[in-house]
């Protein structure tokens, strides 16, 4: 071969090594870090693809296009783990690392209390930095969400207090199916005989049972509240209880006022003022207002059914007849200490 042969021969390879050497340089700073930190949500069932958009958007990955192929034949596309999660920009291998196993999603864990109402959790929620607004729009217009045994409009009853996880950008819709899951979770076959043993529809069980957890100063208590409740019902007396008042008027249950007249508020949750139940639950029952209503301690020990409650003096005062209710109440509540 000719010397000047030899030498193209030489710079057209010395070329193609230094354009190749060019190339992954530039793919390793294209795969390279950032800098970048940012809070990032995998959604489940996300490919390749749309995960690498997300990384380049929040500002993690230089090329989404390279990460996705990467993704993709190394395997590691089928074992991307959804949830949320606080990454830094350190470079795209590291990433695919921290995605598949590498690293635990962020979780918040949050305790709704029992007998709170739907605006209540969803002021929780809000305090978390989670979507409140958003999770009581579905609670009140919940469309297919909605179980076919809840006859009302909204939610409310059916949001099982409990203590939940969710990821750090859980929507709304998210944490209203975790509520009702969990609540589905009561309805257990023993508890679903008793309802047909009682004659209780689901919807008429946690109506009544919003009630009684209102009502109960202590899960002792509940029992007999709920037998008071139904042997009105039966009777087809007023429940005249003070927090179905508080619904109607969106107040909490110290803020009734009878010089007020709130007590006369034309409103079908208004029990002073309409028999049987309201058209539904005042706020969500835990488990032990549940099973009282299913466990209810209906007589006195002579046989006599309880009708009338009170609190007074930290206790619960049961009366079986009008006239010794009134005799309790004037010795007990209204008498001077």
């Known amino acids: 071969m000719p010397e000047g042969s030899r030498k193209w021969l030489w710079r057209g390879v010395l070329a193609l090594f230094l354009t190749f050497a060019l190339l992954l340089a530039y793919a390793l700073w294209l795969l390279g870090p950032t800098g970048k930190k940012a809070l990032v949500r995998i959604p489940r069932g996300a490919k390749g693809a749309e995960v690498a958009r997300l990384l380049e958007e929040a ?9 996705s192929a990467y993704l993709r034949f190394s395997g590691r596309e089928r074992r991307l783990v959804p949830g949320v999660y606080r990454l830094k920009g350190e470079g795209a291998f590291r ?10 999603p962020l979780t918040l864990t949050l305790t709704f209390p029992e007998g709170e109402r739907a605006r209540d959790y969803a002021a929780r929620l809000s305090q978390a930095g989670l979507d409140g607004e958003g999770f ?8 297919p969400l909605k179980p076919p045994y809840v006859e009302g409009k909204t939610l409310e009853g059916f949001l099982f ?15 209203v199916r975790a509520m009702l899951r969990r609540f589905e979770a ?7 005989a008793l309802l047909a043993e009682r004659g209780l529809s689901v919807h008429a069980w946690v109506t009544l049972a919003s009630i009684v957890q209102a009502e109960a100063g202590s899960e002792a208590e509940m029992p007999y509240i709920a037998g008071v409740f139904l042997n009105r019902l039966e009777r087809g007396m007023p429940l005249q209880a003070d927090p179905t008042v508080a619904y109607a008027l969106g107040k909490r249950l110290p803020e009734l006022s009878r010089r007020a007249g709130d007590f006369a508020v034309d409103s079908p949750y208004n029990t002073y003022r309409y028999a049987g139940l309201p058209p539904g639950p005042i706020g969500n029952p835990g488990r032990a207002a549940l099973l009282a209503v299913l466990n209810p301690i209906r007589q006195d020990p002579k046989g006599r059914p309880y009708l009338y ?5 930290g206790r619960l005062y049961l009366n079986a007849d009008f006239a010794a209710h009134l ?11």
Not at 165 to 175: H, Q, S
């Open 309 to 313: 409650f009170f609190h007074a003096q």
């Open 186 to 192: 009561e309805l257990t076959p023993p508890v679903r």
């Open 161 to 175: 207090p409990a203590t939940y996880t969710f990821d750090l950008l859980a929507p709304p819709e998210e944490v």
């Open 327 to 337: 005799q309790d109440l004037a010795r007990y509540r209204y008498s001077s200490p």
């Open 136 to 143: 009581l729009g579905l609670v009140e217009n919940p469309g």
């Open 59 to 67: 500002g993690l990955l230089r090329s989404g296009y390279l990460f």
């Open 95 to 104: 990433l695919a690392r921290a995605l598949t196993g590498g690293e635990k």
